[in-house]
């Protein structure tokens, strides 16, 4: 069970507040709203809803177990599990040792764990890799370190799948390179880790707390983590004690149900009324540091634009540089600023079988920070981990802005998309602007200017119609591509979309046959090819067709498609472009419907429908940050 499994859903509306006048109709579900003063979007935003940890699944009752009373107690087919209680000093202590071991050689008695969250952590010794939990322990030691000042958490290492088990050693092969004696592994894991550890000695503990918590001798090849409070109750176990302390860090410290909860409201509550008094800050800090190491109070950039840069050391500093250029632009005005969030964990989980794994110390972040001109989050601050959960930051960290406007009257999670295709221009980088840039640029395309003169335009009865004969009609083109991945017959909601389009496009096109209304279709077959979809449903259709290769040079992706690619916006969605009698464009849109009677079928403006269009492409919330496997930031 992975923390992927949690759902990042509706914890919010706020992200994004977009205030404009007249019409907006929202293409994605071809509503119109109509408003006569200003009207207000506000786009949902995922944020961490942890109902699965919070529940526990389900376990109401308490049971306490004493492991040295019943020898052949049996604890269920999976052992030990969350909700049970359990006595560690019968468990993890014999009337033969009654000290468990540090790598410094020193003794811990059972009375030095009284009073302390206690943490097992099952470790294979690992025949294919012993260096595949660095993750974990890099994990857990960093959490450990955090609360050793107050003395309250320890964690007891169990080594699990001895290599020279006979039992163990008969399941995986074991590669000539790797080491394959087991205290010697132990030994070189252990002698970095601060922690407590049952003697590698005392086979006989290890594997009896082993089978107490079902930890499989012949399926533990991944580290596991039982967290046990001061009563001895179980509080979170296996993959869900990694998911706690990567998304919570020490500040999830109990690690209990009711911590959890607390700051799952806590996460709510900055959702849904944000501000960056509350985001970046809290009641024992009120500032950000500046590169020489001033206190900066967060209140006195709060009526800017600010930018949330999450930064990881190891991707290039490209966007840093970027980033710079903009800053000093508006260093003047004094009306931008920037506030650097520096990642420390490693890049990706994949380095968790590697040697070069670890967490960026406090000298690396100061080492990038003096080299830029903002403010930044103090390093491994107790904000860290809420800014991370709230904007859903997972496995590679790559570098994202996140833009607030003046008292967080909106937040636009795309940033450096903003900038990179509107720089300062893009100023206050709000969507509506986005949308006003988009259309002075689109507004001036004219149907002549996508032809030669010359062109000749097919029917598919091998008819040809000049360019010239076009001349003073109203037009509209219908790109079609790669929706031959697509089939009639799936039920697909991108393919029900597209069938809806064109079943209602016919029945428009002959209503408006000899009318003053009346247009022609213009389908536009990229690399020349015709879709399944639109042959299917349109092939038989008296309309005209022309290839589409020099067309699309002129319709350049990211002039038209707000930053996706044309692959992208043609393999599920057949856009349109509409141009009125007169040569003037008067509707674009990669999602048409229809929403008027009359050519070209849309109620609102160019500019209202480019927003609604920003909204849909970039997405509303979170989820949206990947498409067809890419990052779009």
Known sequence: MFFGMLSMRSLGKYILRVKFSSRLTTCATTRTLSTCVKSTIFCSFNSLHLSGIMTGGGYTECKRYHAASDHKLKWGKWGITKGDTISLTDLLFTHNRNYLVKNNHQHVKAEQLEGKVVGIYFLPLSAKNPKHSLWHTALLKDVYDDLRPVNNFEIILVACNDLDDDNFGAQIPVHPSLETDSHKVFHDLFSCMPWTAIPFSDVT?????????????????????YIVDQTGMVL?????????????????????DKRLKFLRTEDYLATQQPCLKTLLGFPQRDYVISNNGDKIPIH??????????????????????????????????NVFEVVLVYIYEPRYRKQWRSEKLFWKSEESFWEKFKNMPWLALPFKDMCYKKLMRVFEFQCDYSPRLVIFGPHADYIEPFGFRMLHKYGIGGYPFTRKKAAELETEKIKELRWEMLWDPNTVFRRNDGSQVPFSLLSGKKVMLVLESFNNLLNVDDGSKEVMSIIEFLTKLKERYFRKKGTDDEFEVIRILVNNTESSVSKHLVGDMPWLVSPGSKLMHELDSSYF???????????????????????????????????????????????????????????LDYSNFRYNGRIYT
């Open 205 to 225: 503990s290890r594997k009896h707390v082993q089978r107490s918590f079902g930890v499989s001798e012949e399926h533990v090849f991944q580290p596991n983590l």
């Open 300 to 333: 006195t950039f709060e009526d800017k634009v600010v930018a949330l840069y999450f930064y990881h050391p190891d991707f290039p500093d490209s966007r840093t540089e970027k980033l710079k250029l903009v800053y000093e632009e508006f260093k003047i005005k």
């Open 561 to 619: 498609w707000y930053g996706r690619s044309t692959y992208d916006v043609l393999l599920f969605h057949i856009p349109i472009f509409a141009f009125s009698a007169d040569g003037k464009l008067v509707r674009k849109t990669m999602y048409p419907t229809f929403e008027a009677s009359e050519f070209p079928f849309y109620a609102g403006s160019l500019e209202d429908e480019t927003l609604c269009q920003l909204i849909t492409c970039w997405g």
């Open 236 to 256: 979170q176990c296996c993959s869900w004690s990694w998911d706690i302390l990567e998304y919570y860090g020490s500040l999830g410290y109990p690690f209990s």
